[in-house]
Nanobody, 124 residues
Framework: QVQLVESGGGLVQAGGSLRLSCAAS????????MGWFRQASGKEREFVAA????????YYEDSVKGRFTISRDNAKITVYLQMNSLKPEDTAVYYC?????????????????WGQGTQVTVSS
């Protein structure tokens, strides 16, 4: 059973930081791109960031550029999302996803495996 386990969510004040982690259960995931998406209450799931299989290319949604950084450690089969300068509008459930391709994508339709999500709440 493929598993993606997110951690690191929580409650933080505006301007603060959090680091999300997503640990994968299979080493084959080191050959695949990984991404982060988020879904706020009452809204559709939206792209946040993605990273190619070897970390050589990264992708960001415009509103998080310069504030969020995606990275991966293939030895640990883990992808991270460092979130700085958090804003109340970043409040959402954040999901980790795997795309069975070397390159990332901005579309959630292109991802094949999903984690259960972790809640991030930013207070004003």
């Amino acid at each position: 059973q493929v598993q993606l386990v997110e951690s690191g969510g929580g409650l933080v004040q505006a301007g603060g930081s959090l680091r999300l982690s997503c640990a994968a259960s299979e080493r084959t995931f080191t050959r695949y791109a990984m991404g982060w998406f988020r879904q706020a209450s009452g809204k559709e799931r939206e792209f946040v960031a993605a990273i190619s299989y070897n970390g050589g290319r990264t992708y960001y949604e415009d509103s998080v550029k310069g504030r969020f950084t995606i990275s991966r450690d293939n030895a640990k089969i883990t992808v991270y999302l460092q979130m700085n300068s958090l804003k109340p509008e970043d409040t959402a459930v954040y999901y980790c996803a795997v795309r069975r391709d070397y390159s990332g994508s901005y579309s959630y339709h292109d991802y094949d495996y999903w984690g259960q999500g972790t809640q991030v709440t930013v207070s004003s």
